[in-house]
Every structure is written in structure tokens, then in C-alpha cells.
């Protein structure tokens, strides 16, 4: 092994050497780290990771566009680049065994690069207890299944028309992340670990592609912004916002964000945030229930409110004018990076927010999910 490394690494400055120890280093190190979680909880979740995030708010929360965007497009114009590159020297006929070599090496480069950033900066977050461990997750009983639906029924009912009332305004993104800091200030105030300062918000500069790829928001570890998908429909918005937000937090899990977001669209003093977490998360709910109990799912969607049954069939013409062949394609690859990432289930992750609701219910009384 040692000599094939040698070989690999024949002809290049020492710096670069040294740099190429370095991030070799640096990725064994995360690896080993992060199979123990009790560590990764208290040294970087808790510890570390805190000071990185507010620092890159601090930096880029005050531009009004997504320099994490920007950075993404300059990527894939550079692999748009190399690509024609690749493409022109095989058609020459220059592509020797040098040139595969130097290629190769440029390419583990990078990746080692962005190993080392997206672990240190966010993604060692994958790793830690989380919530699931304080709430002691068990499997449940389609009876608390139909206990949660039933009550996220209610509450959808009583939003039905305040939830609606100042909907058009959150098509500025100043009033939608103003919302969403006053329902992170609200929960913090309860419980400091949902404390958010130094905010960074900002509509994604790749929402029209983002509707054909079927994304509402998204994080970006490299610069610590939370993008939203600005062109989804309006009452979907806020709870992704939070969403969104919960990843900012350090909590990287799908149903930990989601739960989080929760916590905090429901402390909103804002009907609108709150319309739109009881909506998400009944759609969560009712095809959990579904699956076990047909009828009795249909029996639930028959029972919620005219508004609300007016916002389900505008999302499902939302869906099915930009469904396309790609999206399942772009899902399935998302959905290997989730499992490869302690995500088991993939994109079904999402779903499981409902059995934390349900765990969370059973612990701290269901009046605490209203």
C-alpha cells in the first residue's frame, strides 16, 4: 500500500504533500469520530459545531442572495469544464496513462476537500444522539396513529380561515424570515437549545429548476445558509422555513429538522406558521395511516375543512404539473445519500417524524402537540 501511494504521489511539491497527509489525516480522524455518538454530541454538536454555524451567518447572512448558490454554480461550471476537457483530449487521442493519473489524483483531491469540509462544517451532525435519544423513540400502535391524525384534524380545522388570513404576504421573503425568527425566538426562550441568532434566509436562486426537481429548501453546509424554495405554494413555505432552519441548529437528520421545525412553527404567534406545520405534518400522518387502515385514512381527509381540502387539491395540481422522469431519478440518488448517511429508510426518513410526535405526545401529554 505504501508503495502504491508513493507512486501516486511521485512528482509533487512537497507542500502538496504535506496538504495531501493532511486531509488523509483529517477524514480518518472524522471517520473514527463519528462511530461515537455520545462524542459527537457533547464535543461537536454541542461543542463545536455551534461557534462554525454562527460564524457563517456572521459572514453571509447579511448578503440578500445565496452565496452558497453562487458557489454551486461556479461547481458545476467548473464540471461542466472538465468535462469538455476530458471529452477533447480522448478525442485527440491525449489521454495517456499520465494524463489519467494527474486526472485521477485532481479528482480524489477534491473529493478529500469536500470530505473533510462537509464533516467538519455540518455533517458530523449525521452522527450524533439527537433527539431521537432523549424522546426514546418506540414503535406505535395504529390507535396513537389515529390519536395523532385526529388531533392534527383539529387543529388544521381551527386554522382553517386564521391560517389563510395574511398568506399572501409570505410571498416576501423579508415577512417569511421574519416569521420564522420569531417562531425560533418564541421556542428559545422555552428551551435554549433552539436558540438562533445570527439569522441567514434566503430564497434559493435555483427555485424554478428546484419545482421540476421536486425540492422545497435545502442546507448548505459550506456556507451556512438556509435556501427556500420560493416558487412551492405559499402555505408550504413557513414550515419549511423551519425546516430548514433545524438543520442550521445542527439537528441533520430528516425527522429531527422536521420535528424541530414543528417545535417551532407551533410556537409561532403567526396562524399562517402554524397552518402550515399541522397541514405538512397531517400528510405525514395520514399516509402512515393509510397503509395500516384505508378507510379510515380517507374517512380523515373527508373531515378536514373546506380551506384546507382547497390547499390539498391546489399542492396535488402543484405536483402533477411539474412531475417529470428526472424528479424519481433525483429522489432515488437523494435517497442513498440519506442511508449513507444513518438514514436507513432513505426518503421514508421524513415520514418518520410522526412516531417522535407520537413518543413526544406520550411523555409530555398530547395537549402539548396543540
Known amino acids: 500500500m505504501q508503495k502504491y501511494f508513493g507512486v501516486f504521489l511521485a512528482g509533487m511539491p512537497i507542500r502538496r504533500k504535506i496538504t495531501w497527509a493532511g486531509l488523509i489525516l483529517f477524514a480518518a480522524a472524522i471517520k473514527v469520530f463519528s462511530y461515537y455518538p455520545s462524542a459527537v454530541e457533547s464535543c461537536y454538536s454541542k461543542g463545536l459545531y455551534p461557534v462554525i454555524a454562527r460564524l457563517q451567518r456572521m459572514l453571509f447572512g447579511w448578503i440578500p442572495f445565496s452565496i452558497g448558490d453562487m458557489l454551486y454554480l461556479c461547481v458545476i461550471m467548473l464540471l461542466i469544464y472538465r468535462l469538455v476537457r476530458l471529452v477533447r483530449a480522448l478525442v485527440r487521442g491525449e489521454a495517456g496513462k499520465g494524463w489519467f493519473a494527474r486526472f485521477l489524483r485532481r479528482a480524489v483531491f477534491a473529493l478529500l476537500w469536500v470530505y473533510v469540509l462537509f464533516n467538519g462544517l455540518w455533517g458530523l451532525n449525521y452522527d450524533r444522539l439527537g433527539i431521537a435519544d432523549q424522546l426514546q423513540v418506540r414503535p406505535y400502535s395504529t390507535a396513537e396513529l389515529h390519536r395523532l391524525t385526529s388531533l392534527l384534524v383539529a387543529q388544521l380545522n381551527i386554522l382553517d380561515s386564521t391560517g389563510r388570513l ?36 434566503k430564497p434559493s436562486l435555483f427555485s424554478w429548476p428546484g419545482v421540476f426537481l421536486g425540492f422545497a429548501g435545502y442546507y448548505n453546509p459550506f456556507s451556512g445558509e438556509a435556501q427556500v424554495n420560493t416558487r412551492n405554494p405559499l402555505f408550504t413555505q413557513p414550515y419549511t422555513t423551519c425546516h430548514e432552519i433545524a438543520h442550521q441548529l445542527g439537528y441533520a437528520k430528516e425527522n429531527e429538522a422536521n420535528f424541530v421545525g414543528f417545535l417551532a412553527a407551533r410556537n409561532s404567534p403567526d396562524p399562517t406558521f402554524r397552518y402550515s406545520v399541522y ?64 438514514q436507513p429508510r432513505g426518503i421514508a426518513t421524513y415520514s418518520q417524524v410522526t412516531a417522535w410526535l407520537i413518543a413526544y405526545g406520550n411523555k409530555n401529554g398530547w395537549e402539548a402537540l396543540e
Open 166 to 201: 395574511h398568506r399572501a404576504e409570505l410571498s416576501h421573503m423579508g415577512v417569511l424570515r421574519a416569521g420564522a425568527i420569531t417562531a425560533y425566538d418564541s421556542l428559545g426562550g422555552r428551551d435554549r437549545r433552539f436558540v438562533y441568532r445570527n439569522p441567514s434566509v
Open 279 to 342: 397541514l405538512d405534518l397531517f400528510l405525514y400522518a395520514v399516509r402512515e395511516l393509510y397503509v395500516r387502515d384505508s378507510a379510515l385514512a380517507r374517512s380523515f381527509r373527508d373531515s378536514v375543512g373546506p380551506g384546507v381540502r382547497q390547499d390539498l387539491r391546489e399542492l396535488q395540481r402543484f405536483n402533477r404539473k411539474y412531475g417529470n422522469p428526472l424528479e424519481p431519478m433525483i429522489w432515488a440518488m437523494y435517497g442513498k445519500y440519506l442511508r449513507a448517511n444513518r
